[in-house]
């Protein structure tokens, strides 16, 4: 069985920052990439960033690079994602997730995904 929790989410205003943790439990930080998802009202679930499991590789959506960063603590079971300079555009509800696929570069769809947390709203005001 495989738990995620995520927190951090809540309302700032464009320019500010927030930092997300995840946190997992079962089988969850033996699995080899860690992922951050987000989902807007009336659109589709889209990749942000993912990490390998030794954090050696990362990932990250295009809309984000430059402004996110993902990092994990394996011995705290724990996934982080820092979102600098936000902007509206980047409202959505934040979902942490893991993947057993192994292969570079790192998967970046939905379905390549097994387990997810219950997601946390970031709501960015312009």
């Known amino acids: 069985q495989v738990q995620l929790v995520e927190s951090g989410g809540g309302l700032v205003q464009a320019g500010d920052s927030l930092r997300l943790s995840c946190v997992g439990s079962?089988?969850?930080?033996?699995?080899?990439?860690m992922g951050w998802f987000r989902q807007a009202p009336g659109k589709e679930r889209e990749f942000v960033a993912a990490?390998?499991?030794?954090?050696?590789?990362?990932s990250y959506a295009d809309a984000v690079k430059g402004r996110f960063t993902i990092s994990r603590e394996n011995a705290q079971s724990t996934v982080y994602l820092q979102m600098n300079s936000l902007n509206p555009e980047d409202t959505a509800v934040y979902y942490c997730?893991?993947?057993?696929?192994?292969?570079?570069?790192?998967?970046?769809?939905?379905?390549?995904?097994?387990?997810w947390g219950q997601g946390t709203q970031v709501t960015v005001s312009s």
């Open positions: 079962g089988r969850a930080f033996s699995s080899p990439t």
């Open positions: 997730t893991v993947s057993y696929v192994r292969r570079l570069p790192l998967p970046t769809t939905p379905n390549e995904y097994n387990y």
């Open positions: 990490i390998s499991w030794s954090s050696t590789y990362t």
